[in-house]
Nanobody, 124 residues
């Protein structure tokens, strides 16, 4: 079973940047669409960004347009979430997910594999 490992989370002041990364150890996911789904404290997991298998098509939630950017490096077998101008409401455990379908999707149930999450905390 493909396992995903997220990294790059941490504590940052409001307005600062963080870059999250996700990789499947020992596997290649060039054929997978990828997504990021944060779970804010006490809330359900939600969609924030997705990218197609080629990396040519991306989609972000309205709340992060202009601040977050998802990218996929198939040569290095990694996906990244660049987060700029972070706000306290971005605080969440961020999960990386992979979809065998390969098509960009916002729906959690379209994703087949998930990581354990990496915590992002934004202080005001």
């Amino acid at each position: 079973q493909v396992q995903l490992v997220e990294s790059g989370g941490g504590l940052v002041q409001a307005g600062g940047p963080l870059r999250l990364s996700c990789a499947p150890p020992g596997r290649t996911f060039s054929s997978y669409a990828m997504g990021w789904f944060p779970r804010p404290p006490g809330q359900a997991r939600e969609f924030v960004a997705s990218i197609s298998r080629s990396g040519g098509i991306t989609k972000q939630a309205d709340s992060v347009v202009g601040r977050f950017n998802i990218s996929k490096d198939n040569a290095k077998n990694k996906v990244h979430l660049q987060m700029n101008n972070l706000k306290p409401e971005d605080t969440a455990n961020y999960y990386c997910a992979a979809s065998q379908g390969g098509t960009l999707t916002l729906r959690e149930y379209d994703y087949d594999y998930w990581g354990q999450g990496t915590q992002v905390t934004v202080s005001s």
